[in-house]
């Protein structure tokens, strides 16, 4: 009897009455609770509470049950208001005092808005998927606030608070020039404002833009204004930039606009009114006052990262660019810089430290951060022309003994007798390759590198070991825990970029040692740089970006559920379902690259000389070590997995460029080159099909005949044509052949 009464308190805890989503934001944010810390307790991702508060999801069992009982106990702490209408909401900004400048409170204030009644009620935002209806007849407005008009339908209303309207607008004008922003969601509003200053007034004031910042102690996100060609013109900017503007990356100072903000007492940063420009005054308190511009005509969303995207209707525009804020960030600049300032956003450097004896808090480091200065990478980690190699010979060239070269693969080999008689070349890619290797990876934090002679090799600790690595015979390896004898010859050297086996000592990130003494092999460092001061940086930065390729991906119809081949069909032709969220998926693949390159910018612009500092190394994200180590993890994580299908198979790759692999099969299929079983499982260590980071989907066949002819047409000198270059489209074009 009693597992009766058990079930039915199973069947009835399945059915836990819940507040409206509204309600449950604001109960969480009366105790001032984060939504990491009930995500934590509840056993979830932060973004799935966040998804029950917006009421995009709905808790499931066992969960359900525990969130429902927090609720019951907040809301008696908390009654809601007695007032009509939807319940008040903070900012989400955290209060702020002493000298503590962006640093957050420790404890959240809430900040009550004060009723309007020429501001209409919250609109319900549409799922960030959801396409966008068409826009709707013109009304005349005699309201200067803004009007949201023709939104998606939707059964719950929005949460309200500072930003009830999304992150970002789209902003266009008409032949009437009347301006429309265009929202996610479906909404729609009209812009009263006439001048761009006037705009910036307008979007903090009465536009309810922005976002809920990343991490407790981080800041909220600025809003986004997207202008088009039309309300560029509507505002004073040009269309398109001149050569002379495209080149310097903006306009003039003596712009008429620049001019007008000016006398507005408003400022630009460094890099101006460019295709990305940030608009500002100092903060107040806790107040940011801060608007972002993005101008797709002048060049602002690279083709590269966002397709065609900036020849979007500005309907669904704003449809991408509202996904990809929700899952990633609001763009703040290039995918590039966006990845970078989301490391950021999510391990804020500082944190709010406790009151002292006047009950005031101050700016503190937040462990687990680089914190808020550079750090100088060591000699060997440094990139030619970086101050501390100001002492060498100015036309001096660095070997691997001098220098850390941790770069992603490049190598081929010349086709074999057996693989000439198969018929097809198959190309694997691997899902976010650099993303899984920084998942995971211990990295050095605010803290400079210390040199140590003779060291003995720790695999846990983060640093540049000179070590000789050449003894490292392939064609013996231990493969898990058994010796297994190999073609060597035929695998690329997991050691160097170019696959070629390494003929002395060099300098090694502590990944690629690592790598070494698993294959079996004793190392003996000469030297080393390290850091004692680690941690495991990039893990949230990896988790945001994971979940952004996931989530879109299955909304593609593409999830992690499926077989190998369903997998397969699933892939084929997956952004023609939706393109518009096929620009989403490229821009977050874009995002992770780019963040992980932005690491070691190199210096740009004229009058720059070897030996002296650029901007970029002012940044306490200037960190060649981590991008080395994330680099090295993924090399040998490649190589990892074309060891273990070697040694289970007798495959060998036949070219490696960075994520992607080629084989010889006798069928076009990436299921003819990995042996999958009954059991849908394959050679344990090696590719697997699947969606998920580190797993591969199929980059493109061609035939073995195709695969001669290249090489032969390319081949010059003893030099290999990489075929993993051209597998995808076939297409090796004039410039690959020097012509």
């Excluded at 009465?206 to 981080?218: D, F, M, N, T």
């Excluded at 609001?330 to 810089?337: E, Y």
């Excluded at 690329?492 to 990944?511: H, I, K, L, N």
Aim: net charge neutral.
């Amino acid at each position: 009897m009693s597992e009766l009464f058990d079930a039915v308190d199973a069947l009835v805890a399945s059915r836990s009455p819940l507040p409206p989503p509204a309600e449950r934001r604001r109960l969480r944010q009366a105790h001032a609770l984060t939504l990491d810390e009930v995500a934590s307790a509840l056993g979830v991702r932060r973004a799935t509470v966040g998804g029950w508060e917006a009421g995009k999801s709905e808790p499931r069992p066992p969960e359900r049950e525990a969130y429902a009982r927090l609720l019951k106990q907040l809301a008696a702490l908390y009654p809601a208001p007695r007032s009509s209408g939807a319940p008040q909401e903070d900012t989400g900004t955290a209060a702020q005092a002493g000298p503590m400048g962006g640093a957050a409170e420790a404890t959240a204030t809430a900040e009550a808005e004060e009723p309007s009644a020429a501001l209409p009620a919250p609109v319900r935002h549409a799922a960030a998927t959801q396409r966008p209806v068409p826009r709707a007849e013109r009304a005349p407005q005699s309201s200067r606030r803004p009007t949201a008009r023709k939104a998606a339908p939707a059964s719950t209303p929005a949460p309200g608070g500072a930003y009830a309207h999304g992150p970002l607008l789209v902003l266009d004008a008409d032949s009437d020039r009347n301006v429309t922003g265009y929202g996610v969601g479906g909404l729609i509003l009209d812009v009263p404002a006439k001048s761009l200053p006037a705009l910036v007034e307008w979007t903090l004031a009465e536009a309810r833009l922005g976002s809920e910042k990343l991490h407790g102690s981080g800041k909220d996100g600025d809003p986004l204004l997207v202008l088009t060609e039309a309300a560029c013109e509507r505002y004073g900017l040009p269309a398109t930039l001149s050569e002379a503007e495209r080149l310097a990356g903006r306009l003039p100072e003596g712009h008429k606009v620049v001019k007008q903000l000016e006398r507005a007492d408003w400022q630009l940063t460094r890099r101006g009114l460019g295709p990305w420009a940030r608009i500002y005054r100092p903060a107040h308190g806790s107040r940011r006052q801060c608007v972002q511009l993005c101008i797709p005509s002048w060049r602002a969303l690279d083709d590269r990262s966002w397709g065609h995207a900036a020849r979007l209707p500005p309907p669904e525009l704003a449809r991408v660019l509202g996904v990809y804020a929700a899952r990633v960030m609001t763009p703040v600049g290039s995918t590039a810089v966006t990845g970078l300032q989301l490391m950021t956003a999510l391990s804020p450097p500082t944190r709010a430290s406790g009151p002292d004896a006047d009950g005031r808090r101050h700016r503190e480091h937040r462990p687990g951060s680089l914190g808020t200065e550079p750090v100088d990478p060591a000699p060997c980690e440094a990139i030619d022309g970086h101050p501390v190699l100001a002492h060498l010979p100015r036309f001096h060239v660095r070997g691997p003994g001098e220098r850390l070269f941790e770069e992603a693969y490049d190598w081929a080999r010349d086709l074999t007798d057996a693989e000439c008689m198969q018929g097809y070349l198959v190309g694997l890619d691997v899902n976010l390759a650099f993303g899984a290797a920084a998942n995971g990876a211990v990295v050095g934090l605010a803290c400079p590198p210390v040199h140590v002679a003779d060291p003995a090799f720790d695999p846990a600790v983060p640093g540049s070991w000179l070590v000789d690595l050449s003894h490292v015979d392939l064609s013996r390896v231990k493969v898990g825990k058994q010796w297994r004898d190999l073609e060597g010859d035929l695998l690329p050297s997991p050691f160097t970029p170019t696959g070629q086996r390494p003929t002395g000592p060099a300098w090694y990130a502590t990944p690629t040692v690592a790598y070494a003494v698993e294959l079996g092999y004793d190392v003996a460092p000469v030297e080393a740089w390290v850091r004692r001061e680690a941690g495991r940086f990039l893990d949230g930065w990896y988790k945001r970006l994971r979940d952004a390729y996931v989530a879109t991906m299955a909304d593609l119809g593409v999830t992690d559920e499926l077989g190998p081949a369903q997998f397969l069909q699933a892939m084929d032709g997956y952004k023609q379902r939706d393109p518009e969220l096929g620009i989403v998926v490229d821009a977050v693949k874009m995002t992770l690259k780019g963040g992980i390159g932005k690491l070691q910018e190199k210096a740009r612009g004229g009058g720059w000389k070897p030996g002296q500092a650029w901007p970029a190394l002012a940044r306490p994200t200037w960190r060649p070590d981590i991008r080395a180590t994330v680099i090295s993890r993924a090399r040998i994580n490649m190589h990892r997995k074309m060891l273990a299908l070697a040694a289970a198979t007798g495959r060998y790759p036949v070219a490696v460029l960075s994520d992607c692999a080629v084989y010889a099969a006798d069928g076009p299929s990436p299921l003819d080159v990995l042996p999958y079983g009954a059991d849908g499982k394959t050679v344990p260590g090696s590719f697997r099909l699947g969606v998920s980071p580190g797993m591969v989907k199929h980059e493109g066949t061609q035939s073995v005949l195709w695969g001669a002819d290249v090489l032969e047409q390319l081949g010059a000198d003893g030099h290999v044509a990489n075929l993993a270059r051209y597998i995808k489209t076939g297409t090796v074009t004039a410039k690959d052949t020097g012509e």
